[in-house]
Nanobody, 117 residues
Framework: QVQLVESGGGLVQPGGSLRLSCATSGISFSSYIMDWYRQTPGKQRELVATITSGGTVNYADSVKGRFTISRDNAKNAAYLQMNSLKPEDTAVYYC???????????WGQGTQVTVSS
């Protein structure tokens, strides 16, 4: 059974930092592409960051220079370090594991991030 569990969300002031974690089980983690998405009410889910099995990373323009995606294959986990947070970063953040871009991926349940003073 495949499971993805996000953690690390919460309430933070503008300019603050959070580190999200995505713990996985039931997949050959090192072979999977890992994505972080976010979603706000009434909007489509937005791709925030990607890390491939080979370690190549990509970011949405809105988070470049502020967010860092990483993975630890020994722990079967992916991370999203979020710095210099802005109110517009407020969203539910989801991780996704995908073997390749031609098959369906697996999603976590999401973790709420709220940036507010």
């Amino acid at each position: 059974q495949v499971q993805l569990v996000e953690s690390g969300g919460g309430l933070v002031q503008p300019g603050g930092s959070l580190r999200l974690s995505c713990a996985t089980s039931g997949i050959s983690f090192s072979s999977y592409i890992m994505d972080w998405y976010r979603q706000t009410p009434g909007k489509q889910r937005e791709l925030v960051a990607t890390i491939t099995s080979g370690g190549t990373v990509n970011y949405a323009d809105s988070v470049k220079g502020r967010f860092t995606i990483s993975r630890d294959n020994a722990k079967n986990a992916a991370y999203l370090q979020m710095n210099s947070l802005k109110p517009e970063d407020t969203a539910v953040y989801y991780c996704k594991a995908q073997r390749n871009r031609f098959v369906n991926g697996y999603w976590g349940q999401g973790t709420q991030v709220t940036v507010s003073s």
